[in-house]
């Protein structure tokens, strides 16, 4: 490929895929609002890191140009409360990917990868996957071509999802636990960014819709218990009843803490894949076990 645009390339699963599509030899483009939030790419030879708006479409069909393909990674946690979803997911998920698909239509861009999440759905319990339904739907309009990711979870160095758990852990001496029943089926970041450099390469990935699980399913407890052992900080877990989940999310939001009411939503839908371990192109699934030792250490 001659060039990548990366949007989302400044975080998590983006740093990944940076690292993957530099392995390759393959030009790749990151904009970013602040150029410090992307510092780290800046060591990998075939990324440009660029501040820009992609707010602004002009600027979007700007970054399009002359790239063979786009993919989309921005994505948001916190994006208000409202019907059918908040404002700020209404911005970043549903819009952006339209956007996206339009400029690069526009610009005459062939291949065009975005990251949904699995259980997205406009009829789901929260904000945050009604979002991202409407972004995909928006996305396969602008581009029938486009291929779309579902992913469970996501773990692997860098993620805030167990690293979050782990400095919880550190802290302290009882862990009260909302949505300590949700179940997970996590992915590798391995595995997801390899999935996308892969769509990005074979053609009949093309306006294909694949959801990404891992092998193994756990809930929210079982994970949280599991992270303790991991860091020789085994701690009580309080699961904590509806109510008390509900008003915890409610704190955390106030506070603007780790998590909101629409998350604690989002969790009443189990984040599986009905099939099991689900992963395209022959990739060989992680197991978390080995993994996040790596890591939380
Ligand atoms: N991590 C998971 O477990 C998980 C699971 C399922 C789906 N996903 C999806 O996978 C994608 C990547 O997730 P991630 O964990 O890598 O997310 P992340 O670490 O939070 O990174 C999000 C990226 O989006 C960009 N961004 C956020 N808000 C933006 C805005 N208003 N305008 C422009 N850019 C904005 C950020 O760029 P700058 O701040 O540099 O501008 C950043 O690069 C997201 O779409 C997410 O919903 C993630």
Redesign the pocket.
């Known amino acids: 490929m001659s060039g990548v645009l990366l949007l ?7 740093r990944h895929v940076a690292a993957r599509l530099a392995a390759r030899n393959i030009p790749v483009s990151v904009p ?3 150029r410090e ?2 510092k780290h790419l800046l060591v990998l030879p075939t990324v440009e890191v660029v501040e820009a708006d ?2 602004d479409d002009a600027t979007l069909t700007a970054l399009c140009a002359g790239k063979d393909g786009v993919v989309n ?4 946690l916190k994006g208000g409360n409202g019907e059918p979803y908040g404002a700020g997911f209404a ?2 998920h549903a819009e952006l990917p339209a956007r996206v698909g339009h400029a690069a239509v526009a610009a005459g861009v062939p291949r065009l990868v975005h ?1 949904s ?2 259980k997205a759905a406009s009829d789901a319990p929260s904000g945050y996957l009604r979002s991202k339904a409407a972004g995909e739907a928006a996305m396969l309009v602008t581009m029938p071509q486009a291929t779309i990711f579902r ?4 773990f692997g160095a860098g ?1 805030s ?1 167990l690293s979050m758990f782990a400095a919880l852990l550190r802290r302290l001496p009882v862990v009260p636990l909302a949505a300590a029943d949700a179940r997970f089926q996590p992915v590798w970041v391995g595995n997801v960014a390899d999935a996308i450099v892969e769509a990005l390469l074979r053609p009949e990935a093309a306006g294909r819709t694949f959801e990404l699980c891992g092998p193994s399913e756990y809930t929210l407890r079982q994970l949280v218990e599991y992270v303790g052992t991991v860091i020789g900080r085994k701690r009580l877990v309080i699961g904590l009843s509806q109510p008390l989940s509900w008003l915890q999310a409610f704190a955390l939001e106030m506070v603007g803490g780790p998590m909101t009411r629409d998350n604690l939503k989002s969790m009443s839908v189990p984040s599986v894949c009905e099939a099991g371990c689900r992963l395209p192109f022959g990739l060989e699934p992680a197991y978390l076990e080995a993994i996040a030792p790596t890591y939380l250490k």
């Open positions: 989302g390339g400044s975080g998590f699963l983006g970013t609002r602040r939030r992307a992609v707010g990674l921005v994505g948001i911005r970043v990251v999440a699995l992913p469970s979870v996501i993620d999802f």
